[in-house]
């Protein structure tokens, strides 16, 4: 199965690169096929490639679902 996460952005590093916070894990994120990023923003992360923006509602709910998922031993 394939997840996407939601993320929020700590850094911007050049045009198509961040890294960001993925369940207090800061991770190398690419910007590649998203525009208008900025630090504090909300990204929908998959394979270490952002692949929306969402607002901060958004990624609590999210957040909020996986949360909800049973976990496997």
Avoid: F, N, W
Wanted: proline share 4%; aromatic share 2%; glycine share 6%.
């Amino acid at each position: 199965m394939c997840l996407a996460v939601p993320a929020r952005i700590l850094e911007l590093r050049g045009e198509t690169e961040a890294v960001a916070e993925l369940g207090g894990v800061r991770i190398p994120v690419s910007l590649a096929l998203v525009e208008d990023v900025a630090v504090g923003d909300h990204v929908v992360v998959h394979v270490g490639y952002a692949l929306a923006k969402i607002d901060a509602a958004e990624a609590a709910r999210m957040l909020d679902a996986l949360e909800q998922l049973p976990q496997v031993a």
